[in-house]
T-cell receptor
Framework: SQQGEEDPQALSIQEGENATMNCSYK?????LQWYRQNSGRGLVHLIL?????REKHSGRLRVTLDTSKKSSSLLITASRAADTASYFC???????????FGTGTQLKVEL | NAGVTQTPKFRVLKTGQSMTLLCAQD?????MYWYRQDPGMGLRLIHY???????AKGEVPDGYNVSRLKKQNFLLGLESAAPSQTSVYFC????????????FGQGTRLTVV
């Protein structure tokens, strides 16, 4: 079964708005990562947050982590049409040797 | 710097045929992974390797075999393809397990008819 599940499954917003995606996971982790996938392409790493961190920023990205609730959120501020993609969370469940991915959120940013 | 390269990019197989997908990385990474991606299922781990000569089963290993004879290459084999193996396959590599990040290939779209 999937370690992580993203919510919502799909999200459609207007350019300039903020987009928030949530990820829930099942077992204890050391770190959580977010990846982006453009249609028909491989995944690209966006940001990593460690279990002892609560919030992290990278450019227009803000990630939060609540280990007590086993959940994380990814906020993309001032979205652009180029942000249209699928976004996945990934955790290191299983001893840190592998990344387990969630089901993803499809984000569409309209002009 | 090529990163992670997968070959082939597309393939159509008949049920029962066999094939090998090749993944090559030029970043001297220890860890390599094979995932499959199906609509609504996200990425599911098939097999992975923590170093040359090692392999381990992931979440959905049945029907697949792998080999890591050289550090830079990770091969995924389908001995007798089935329609249920129609999917997009992604290879990834990382320096040290889940840290700091995984690098992905562009994917192989496989159709089994």
């Amino acid at each position: 079964s999937q370690q992580g599940e993203e919510d919502p499954q799909a999200l459609s917003i207007q350019e300039g708005e903020n987009a928030t995606m949530n990820c829930s996971y099942k077992t204890s982790i050391n770190n959580l990562q977010w990846y982006r996938q453009n249609s028909g392409r491989g995944l690209v790493h966006l940001i990593l947050i460690r279990s002892n961190e609560r919030e992290k920023h990278s450019g227009r990205l803000r990630v939060t982590l609540d280990t007590s609730k086993k959940s994380s959120s990814l906020l993309i501020t001032a979205s652009r049409a180029a942000d249209t993609a699928s976004y996945f969370c990934a955790t290191d469940a299983g001893g840190g040797n592998k990344l387990t991915f969630g089901t993803g959120t499809q984000l569409k940013v309209e002009l | 710097n090529a990163g992670v390269t997968q070959t082939p990019k597309f393939r159509v197989l008949k049920t029962g045929q066999s094939m090998t997908l090749l993944c090559a990385q030029d970043m001297n990474h220890e860890y390599m992974y094979w995932y499959r991606q199906d609509p609504g299922m996200g990425l599911r781990l098939i097999h992975y390797s923590v170093g040359e000569g090692t392999t381990a089963k992931g979440e959905v290993p049945d029907g697949y075999n792998v080999s890591r004879l050289k550090k830079q290459n990770f091969l995924l084999g389908l001995e007798s393809a089935a329609p249920s193996q129609t999917s997009v396959y992604f290879c990834a590599s990382s320096l040290l397990g889940a840290l700091p990040e995984a690098f992905f290939g562009q994917g192989t779209r496989l159709t089994v008819v």
